[in-house]
């Protein structure tokens, strides 16, 4: 009642409401880790051929959108734009 | 040609048995027909909330398997003038001795000689919930304001969306409004925000809910109660009528009556 050690009452609902939202997200993703590191895997393949990335810095994300859709975001750091010439060199 | 509404939740005792009782006796006490079906197969409770335990000579079953006619296994509640009849589960068979396509085509029949049709879904996303959507024009999900239920609600409105079925409404059932109040208790806003589906009412939690499913009668009738009022309101709108949202936030305690007393 005092919250003699320090602990946390009266938010217990909005820990509720962040969980639900974040189990609901994932849920309706219904992603595999499999096929996201697959899919990462062949994203990093697309971007090397024209840019020199932070690989490590890589993020995915999935978000919750409009209409029960879902929102997959990836965010690459981007060190340098490779030459056209070098894209060419590759193919 | 009446309407067939199946009650659905994913997580079991959340209330849709309850919910099922509630809102048909409402119905039947406005003077409509009423029809109810308990689709839990091999776990029928339907009858025992409706206090109709004593009185079932067929079942579900039974009428598919063509023992009995549809007329003979419906039971009357005479408590409301025959208006509410309830086609009671099979509590030896097996849950797949009844398939979607014989849901469905029951469901035809019962809409053709009532003004409204309850399916009452068993829990789960197995065969008994799909003979329930099966036959259902309209689709009720009843949750509760905890976690599991509704991220179950949720699965259950992915799934109506994959076959294609007509948009569900929510029923969110026992509310604690001193808990809401205390912040130890997810609000109605944020169920609806993170479910994206129509409210179709709120429940406050009401011990006169036991109280009447102890007797075998619907709360809806405990004129006075809480839960009753929840539940006309929910009764009400499914005959078309505009009625606002109930205002659980009742302050009850005495200070706060002496308070609003002040503010006057």
Redesign the interface.
């Given at each position: 009642m005092f919250n003699l050690f320090g602990s946390k009452?009266?938010?217990?609902?909005?820990i509720?409401?962040n969980?639900?939202?974040v189990?609901?997200t994932q849920?309706?993703a219904n992603i595999s880790s499999e096929i996201l590191e697959d899919l990462k895997k062949d994203v990093l393949a697309v971007f090397n051929r024209y840019l020199i990335i932070d690989e490590s810095g890589m993020e995915c994300l999935v978000k919750k959108e409009q209409?029960?859709n879902i929102g997959l975001s990836i965010s690459i750091p981007v060190k340098q734009v490779k030459k056209r010439m070098s894209v060419l060199d590759e193919d | 040609m009446g309407v067939v509404y199946a009650v659905t939740s994913g997580k079991g005792g959340v209330g849709k048995t309850t919910t099922v009782a509630n809102l048909s006796t409402g119905l039947a006490m406005l003077g409509y027909s009423v029809a109810v079906v308990d689709g839990d197969i091999g776990l029928r409770n339907l009858d025992l909330v409706m206090g109709l335990e004593n009185r079932i000579v067929y079942d579900i079953v039974d009428v598919v398997e063509g023992r009995a006619t549809l007329k003979q296994a419906l039971i009357k509640d005479k408590k409301l003038k025959s208006k509410l009849q309830l086609l009671p589960a099979s509590q030896t068979k097996d849950k797949t001795a009844v398939s979607p396509e014989n849901m469905a085509k029951l469901a035809l029949e019962l809409k053709d000689q009532f003004d409204f049709v309850f399916l009452d879904s068993p829990a789960g996303i197995e065969q008994g919930f799909r003979n329930a959507i099966a036959g259902a024009d309209e689709i009720l999900i009843v949750t509760n304001p905890e976690l599991s239920a509704i991220r179950d609600a949720d699965r259950i409105v992915g799934l109506l969306d994959s076959y294609g079925k007509k948009a569900p409404k929510l029923i969110i059932n026992r509310i604690r409004t001193d808990m809401v109040r205390r912040g130890e208790m997810i609000q109605v806003e944020e169920i609806i925000d993170a479910l994206e589906i129509e409210l179709s009412g709120i429940i406050p939690d009401d011990e006169a809910v036991i109280v009447s499913t102890n007797r075998g009668e619907a709360v809806i009738r405990e004129e006075g109660s809480k839960a009753a009022k929840a539940y006309s309101n929910i009764v009400r709108r499914l005959v078309g009528e505009e009625v606002p949202l109930m205002e659980l936030d009742e302050k009850n305690s005495f200070v706060e009556k002496l308070f609003r007393l002040f503010k006057k």
């Amino acid at each position: 009642m005092f919250n003699l050690f320090g602990s946390k009452k009266g938010n217990s609902a909005s820990i509720a409401s962040n969980r639900l939202k974040v189990v609901i997200t994932q849920d309706r993703a219904n992603i595999s880790s499999e096929i996201l590191e697959d899919l990462k895997k062949d994203v990093l393949a697309v971007f090397n051929r024209y840019l020199i990335i932070d690989e490590s810095g890589m993020e995915c994300l999935v978000k919750k959108e409009q209409e029960r859709n879902i929102g997959l975001s990836i965010s690459i750091p981007v060190k340098q734009v490779k030459k056209r010439m070098s894209v060419l060199d590759e193919d | 040609m009446g309407v067939v509404y199946a009650v659905t939740s994913g997580k079991g005792g959340v209330g849709k048995t309850t919910t099922v009782a509630n809102l048909s006796t409402g119905l039947a006490m406005l003077g409509y027909s009423v029809a109810v079906v308990d689709g839990d197969i091999g776990l029928r409770n339907l009858d025992l909330v409706m206090g109709l335990e004593n009185r079932i000579v067929y079942d579900i079953v039974d009428v598919v398997e063509g023992r009995a006619t549809l007329k003979q296994a419906l039971i009357k509640d005479k408590k409301l003038k025959s208006k509410l009849q309830l086609l009671p589960a099979s509590q030896t068979k097996d849950k797949t001795a009844v398939s979607p396509e014989n849901m469905a085509k029951l469901a035809l029949e019962l809409k053709d000689q009532f003004d409204f049709v309850f399916l009452d879904s068993p829990a789960g996303i197995e065969q008994g919930f799909r003979n329930a959507i099966a036959g259902a024009d309209e689709i009720l999900i009843v949750t509760n304001p905890e976690l599991s239920a509704i991220r179950d609600a949720d699965r259950i409105v992915g799934l109506l969306d994959s076959y294609g079925k007509k948009a569900p409404k929510l029923i969110i059932n026992r509310i604690r409004t001193d808990m809401v109040r205390r912040g130890e208790m997810i609000q109605v806003e944020e169920i609806i925000d993170a479910l994206e589906i129509e409210l179709s009412g709120i429940i406050p939690d009401d011990e006169a809910v036991i109280v009447s499913t102890n007797r075998g009668e619907a709360v809806i009738r405990e004129e006075g109660s809480k839960a009753a009022k929840a539940y006309s309101n929910i009764v009400r709108r499914l005959v078309g009528e505009e009625v606002p949202l109930m205002e659980l936030d009742e302050k009850n305690s005495f200070v706060e009556k002496l308070f609003r007393l002040f503010k006057k």
